[in-house]
C-alpha cells in the first residue's frame, strides 16, 4: 500500500495526466504553439542545409569553424560558412523546451481556474505533491518529445541533403547530441516550474504566459554571445550550463510546492 501511495506514476496522476492531456488536445492555441515553433525551426534549419550548394566559397572558414566550437582538419571553405550557419541551431533547439511547456504549464492552472475545473479537483483527496507532478509531467513530456523529434528530423535530413563532414562533426558531435539529450529535459523543468508558480499566482493565461515568455530570454542572450564569438559552446559549456539548471530546477520545485496552497488559491479565486 504505501508503495503505491508514494510511487511516482500512480493512478491519481497518471489519472490528472489522461485528463490534462485531453483538455490540451481540444486548445486548438495550446496545440498551434506546440507544434508549430518546432516545425518552423526544423524547416528553416533543413532550408538552410539546402542551399548549402550554393554557398560562395570564403577565406574565413577556419575562424568559422573555431566560432562554432568545431575543432577539425582544414576542409571546404563552403562548409565552414555552413558550420557558421547553422551552429546557433543548437541554442535555438533549446528554446523549444521552454517555450512549449511554458504554455502549458500556465494554461494548466490558471485555465482550470477560469473553466471552474480546477475546484472539484482541488476538493479531492490527491496530494499536492501528486497534483503537481501531473501537471509537471503533463506540461514536460510534450516539450522534451516536440525537441527530439524535431532533432530527430534535422539530423535526418542532414545525413541526406548536407555535407558528410557537416553531419558527423557538427550535428551528431558530442556537444550537440549532449545538448540535446541533456539540456532539454533541464531546460523543460525549469519551464514547468515556473510555469506552475506563475499559473498559480495570476488570474488570466494571457498574464501567465506573457510572464513565462521571458525565460527565453537568458537563451536568446547565448545565442547572441555565440555569434559574435564571444561564446563557444563546448562539451565543457554544456556541462557547466546542466548543472546550473538542475541547481535552479530543484530550488524552483522546492519554491512551487511551498507556493501552491489549494485552500488559498480556492478562496482567493472565489
Known amino acids: 500500500m504505501s508503495r503505491q501511495k508514494y510511487r511516482l506514476l500512480n493512478r491519481h496522476i497518471m489519472a490528472v495526466m489522461e485528463n490534462e492531456w485531453t483538455q490540451l488536445i481540444r486548445n486548438r492555441v495550446v496545440v498551434f504553439t506546440t507544434l508549430v515553433p518546432t516545425v518552423l525551426l526544423v524547416l528553416l534549419a533543413i532550408t538552410v542545409l539546402g542551399l548549402s550548394s550554393f554557398i560562395p566559397e570564403t577565406g574565413q572558414a577556419a575562424q568559422m569553424l573555431q566560432r562554432a566550437g568545431v575543432e577539425a582538419p582544414v576542409v571546404a571553405a563552403s562548409n565552414g560558412m555552413l558550420v557558421s550557419l547553422l551552429s546557433p541551431f ?16 500556465s494554461y494548466s492552472i490558471v485555465g482550470e481556474k477560469q473553466l471552474r475545473t480546477l475546484e472539484p479537483l482541488l476538493a479531492t483527496p490527491i496530494k499536492t505533491w501528486e497534483l503537481l507532478a501531473a501537471k509537471g509531467l503533463a506540461s514536460a513530456i510534450p516539450g522534451v518529445l ?5 532533432f530527430a528530423l534535422f539530423a535526418i535530413a542532414a545525413r541526406l541533403i548536407g555535407p558528410d563532414y557537416v553531419y558527423t562533426n557538427l550535428i551528431i ?9 541533456l539540456l532539454t529535459p533541464l531546460f523543460t523543468f525549469l519551464a514547468v516550474g515556473l510555469g506552475v508558480i506563475i499559473s498559480s499566482r ?21 545565442l547572441v554571445a555565440q555569434v559574435s564569438g564571444a561564446v563557444q559552446v563546448g562539451v565543457s559549456v554544456v556541462l557547466w550550463i546542466a548543472a546550473v539548471v538542475a541547481v535552479i530546477d530543484v530550488a524552483l520545485l522546492w519554491v512551487s510546492v511551498r507556493l501552491f496552497r489549494r485552500e488559498e488559491i480556492l478562496t482567493a479565486w472565489q
Open 90 to 105: 543548437l541554442v535555438l533547439f533549446q528554446v523549444i523546451p521552454l517555450v512549449v511547456p511554458i504554455t502549458i504549464a
Open 146 to 150: 516536440s525537441t527530439w523529434w524535431g
Open 173 to 181: 558531435s558530442p556537444t550537440w547530441l549532449l545538448a540535446i539529450v
Open 202 to 222: 495570476v488570474k488570466d493565461p494571457n498574464s501567465a504566459q506573457q510572464l513565462g515568455s521571458l525565460v527565453i530570454l537568458p537563451v536568446i542572450g547565448m
